[in-house]
């Protein structure tokens, strides 16, 4: 689960390889030729292994930290640096680049009580390779338990609906959580983004139907407005319809003439709308002309 930075530099360096088979060949052909003898050339084999020890090279992103006798003395890098072979070493490589970390809070209980699951990720650099070397032994494993704490208290505090709503405003305080807690180990949390809540299937399905009925609810709030709107209308409606006789017989006309347009539509009125709006009439004539344009139609 946790990367080890020693791990990449556990491997001899292809440069300090070569440079130490160049000073083991010369001290051989030295030999060969009787410039050095036995001795010499024992001793030139241990100052060519010293030479190749005392090379060091540190990738771009990263900075070796030296222990002289086991005290620090400084960060050395990014590229090719030289210790005291004996005297000095490298303790570790502190990369400085942004990482990603995973973490997550298993069964933790909300503020209302309710059981979840949530996973998440920060990502963090370190800002100050000599305080994550000097401050903290394991500052990877450090940064990942310090984030599953902190989120497991937040859930703590917040009921599930400010999980599930707020989701943004929970991230940003979980990120100044950790940054107050990693700051003294020279480490800054630059972002923290919550993955995936998971509830109970039981309450998933609770949540579900409460959402349902509120939809039903209200569609049916918007229908009755609805209701109340036509019937204020129709009122306000009648009203005029009293005052005016003659826009109600011309509103009579028109829905009956609407009505007959439509070919083979068949229209029932009540006789006393006919006698009170004097339709009867009207619609009589209608229907006589529709009768007729269909005769002179099969005629042609």
């Excluded at 020693?6 to 070569?18: F, W």
């Excluded at 590229?79 to 490589?93: K, Q, T």
């Excluded at 990369?95 to 909300?110: C, M, S, W, Y």
């Amino acid at each position: 689960m946790f990367e080890d930075e020693r791990r990449d530099h556990q491997i001899v360096h292809p440069i300090v390889l070569a440079v130490f088979i160049v000073l083991l060949a010369i001290d051989v052909v030295l030999y060969l030729f009787l410039i050095l003898n036995i001795i010499g050339l024992l001793v030139g084999i241990i100052i060519s292994i010293l030479i190749a020890a005392a090379i060091r090279i540190a990738n771009q992103w990263e900075k070796g930290v030296i222990l002289r006798m086991g005290k620090f003395i400084g960060l050395r890098g990014p590229g090719i640096f030289l210790i005291i072979p004996i005297i000095d070493r490298v303790y570790r490589y502190i990369d400085q680049r942004v990482r990603v970390t995973d973490f997550k809070a298993e069964e933790t209980l909300t503020k209302d009580t309710v059981p979840v699951n949530v996973d998440a990720v920060v990502y963090w650099m370190v800002w100050d390779a000599e305080k994550a070397a000097l401050e903290v032994r394991e500052y990877i494993r450090a940064v990942y338990y310090i984030a599953q704490t902190s989120l497991r208290d937040i859930i703590g505090k917040h009921d599930l609906a400010d999980l599930l709503q707020n989701r943004e405003k929970i991230a940003e305080a979980l990120q100044v959580t950790l940054d107050e807690h990693t700051n003294p180990w020279g480490i800054t949390c630059q972002t923290v983004g919550i993955k995936d809540i998971v509830i109970p299937s039981a309450l998933a399905d609770a949540m579900s139907k409460q959402a349902q009925a509120e939809r039903e609810r209200q569609a049916r709030i918007i229908l009755g407005t609805a209701e109340t709107e036509i019937s204020e209308k129709f009122a306000k409606a009648s009203e005029n319809y009293l005052e005016n006789p003659v826009a109600l017989q011309l509103r009579g006309m028109n829905m009956l003439f609407e009505g007959l347009k439509e070919k083979g539509s068949l229209v029932i009125v009540p006789s006393s709308a006919l006698e009170s709006m004097n339709l009867g009439a009207i619609g009589g004539l209608t229907a006589l002309a529709k009768t007729e344009e269909g005769k002179g139609k099969g005629d042609k």
